[in-house]
């Protein structure tokens, strides 16, 4: 890379990973799933994206696998890889990782109470790359418009196949017993979609 390439791309590393998640690389992955993270990041790089939902135990290095995918993402962004048509040609704009409780944050900020249907899809939203970690951690029980723009936003996305990557500590069975949550797990139970991965091992945190 030149001087000035080199700069960007660390500075989208620092702009969209946190410190602690920057030097984690591929070749970290656990052997297990390696495979099939490798194959849903090459995919990332066609028409036809092939997303994740990682379910692992706290600490066991979930939200260090969706910061290796945005890392290689942006690594051969950098590269030249051919980005498919419709992405957005900004960077920012191509990637976003979020929590749960931001998720659910930005679709209010974005929507009013008032709209019969929410325009959930903004135009940032529409093509870009979304990480969504720790679902469940921001979760409200209360059903209404919290429910509403969730189930609007997955449905987006699913309808659209768009790239989406979600880790949890919830297996599916879990996720489908929260109130009002049937038609949203049964779009990320997809594998059309999502591939489901358990992410193995204990907490990395122990100690």
């Not at 690389?25 to 995919?43: A, C, G, T």
């Not at 594998?191 to 091992?201: E, K, R, S």
Request: hydrophobic share 35%; charged share 30%; with cysteine.
């Amino acid at each position: 890379m030149e001087n000035q390439e080199s700069q960007n791309y660390d500075d989208c590393l620092r702009a969209l990973l946190s410190p602690r998640h920057i030097g984690t690389n591929l070749d970290q992955i656990d052997d297990q799933i390696k495979p099939i993270v490798k194959k849903s990041i090459d995919s990332l790089f066609t028409n036809h994206p092939r997303g994740l939902i990682l379910i692992g135990d706290v600490g066991c290095g979930k939200t260090s696998v969706l910061s290796v995918i945005i890392k290689e993402y942006i690594k051969r962004h950098f590269a030249n890889k051919k980005i498919p048509d419709g992405h957005p040609p900004n960077i920012y704009a191509n990637i976003k990782m979020v929590t749960h409780a931001e998720l659910i944050s930005k679709l209010r900020s974005e929507n009013s109470e008032n709209e019969r249907v929410p325009p959930i899809a903004g135009q940032d939203w529409k093509k870009s790359i979304i990480l969504i970690d720790d679902l469940g951690r921001g979760y409200d029980d209360k059903l209404g418009w919290n429910q509403t723009l969730q189930d609007e936003f997955f449905d987006f996305r699913w309808k659209n196949i768009l790239p989406t990557f979600i880790s949890t500590n919830y297996n599916k069975e879990e996720l489908r017993s929260w109130p009002g949550w049937e038609r949203i797990v049964d779009r990320i139970a997809d594998p059309n979609w999502l591939t489901a991965v358990v992410v193995p091992g204990e907490s990395r945190r122990k100690g």
